[in-house]
């Protein structure tokens, strides 16, 4: 390969690009998983300089995409369907952490504002999203409100890691069983619990099940999230008569599962660079007060 095959420009930063790029070449598959790097060498198969190639080596060992064996050896990490059971399960508690942050840390203002913000969001007399709205003009201004007060709440928990992961989290898994045909109660509570987290964001499942290897969950919960401005994709890890694959407690992926769940997240990354402008501007639509 040549370095001409992944070429970047100056806009946006040289670092920003070198991480795109790498992203992909991560998931997609042409760094295998397994196959050890090094900067010099990533720089040198980009055509920039370490630089930016040390700034996108942070985030993709952020994003555990790469890890440090050594001082200056870095190993492409392997796709791991209990990775994703990790990944999708940390969102969901980051808000409840926030907010438990915020009021040890928040100021008066800071307290009086959120309250102020979550009055405005409720219906009635006392709101601003009033019974005499349209129905779709309360629900608009509903969301607007209610994505002021969760923002106010991860700013006023004064913990940028904690700001930096909710930021940095445009895309999920849900990994979930199938009950009764539908999916569970707890998993349907934890995506009512969120509201502007999951708008504009690309969606894929793990689902396991009996013979029908929980889609017909999958198919259920998929209206709800469309509900949400989620955008669920096809590529997905459907996984039958999970309880034959587990050994000593763990699930021993196939083959076929492996495969699966890499064309999934390839395809993942792909929506979610895609849907990356929508969220931008609905974060930043907020109405003036």
Known sequence: MTSSDHTVVTVPSLGDQ??????????????????????????????VSPTPIREAISRLTHERLLLRVDGRTLQVA??????????????????????????????????????????????????????????????????????????LIIAASRNPSLIDMIDTADAFVLVMPEYNHGFTAPLKNAIDYLVHEWTYKPVGFVTYGGVAAGTRAQQLLKTVLVGLKMTPIVEAVNIPFVSQLI?????????????????????????????????????????AH
Do not use: C, N, W
Not at 79 to 99: N, W, Y
Not at 258 to 287: D, V
């Open 18 to 47: 070198s991480f795109r790029i790498l992203r992909g070449m991560v998931t997609s598959g042409e760094l295998a998983p397994g196959e050890r790097v090094t900067e010099r060498g990533l720089a040198a198969r980009l055509g």
């Open 78 to 151: 392997a796709p791991s369907l209990r990775r994703l059971r990790e990944m999708s399960l940390i969102h969901a508690a980051l808000s409840g952490v926030a907010a438990r942050l915020a009021a040890e840390y928040a100021s008066k203002e800071e307290l009086d504002e959120i309250a102020r913000v979550h009055r405005a969001s409720l219906p009635g007399p006392g709101g601003t999203v009033r019974a005499s709205r349209t129905d779709a003009g309360a629900t608009e201004a509903g969301a607007h409100l209610r994505h002021e007060f969760h923002e």
């Open 247 to 287: 050994k000593d407690g763990q699930l021993e992926a196939t083959e076929a599962m492996t495969r699966a769940a890499h064309t999934m997240l390839t395809e993942l990354q792909r929506y979610e660079e895609a849907l990356r402008p929508l969220r931008h501007a609905s974060r930043h639509a907020l109405p």
